[in-house]
Nanobody, 122 residues
Framework: QVQLVESGGGLVQAGGSLRISCAAS????????MGWFRQAPGKEREFVAG????????RYADSVKGRFTISRDNTQNTVFLQMNSLKPEDTAVYYC???????????????WGQGTQVTVSS
């Protein structure tokens, strides 16, 4: 069973940057696509970004395209989400996910982390 542990969330002002990380353990990290979802208060969870098992291909939600960058380090079993030009509407709990289905659309997770809170103040 894979374990996904997010870190790096916090409070940041609008226009600022934050990088969140997800450490994976339990099985072969480099064999799976990874991604990030988020859930804002009163809203459904939504896809944010995904990255292929090799790290070559990525995909983003339109709302974060050009501001967020997903990356991975297969030697460290870690996936990152660099978030720039943050807006108050980016406030949410961010969840790291793993998928055996690749970068399909819709991105289809098999495993979820516990989430990390990101709060953007105006």
């Amino acid at each position: 069973q894979v374990q996904l542990v997010e870190s790096g969330g916090g409070l940041v002002q609008a226009g600022g940057s934050l990088r969140i990380s997800c450490a994976a353990s339990g099985r072969t990290f480099s064999s799976y696509a990874m991604g990030w979802f988020r859930q804002a208060p009163g809203k459904e969870r939504e896809f944010v970004a995904g990255i292929s098992y090799s790290g070559v291909n990525t995909r983003y939600a339109d709302s974060v395209k050009g501001r967020f960058t997903i990356s991975r380090d297969n030697t460290q079993n870690t996936v990152f989400l660099q978030m720039n030009s943050l807006k108050p509407e980016d406030t949410a709990v961010y969840y790291c996910v793993e998928s055996s289905h690749g970068l399909v659309q819709p991105f289809t997770p098999d495993q979820w982390g516990q989430g990390t809170q990101v709060t953007v103040s105006s």
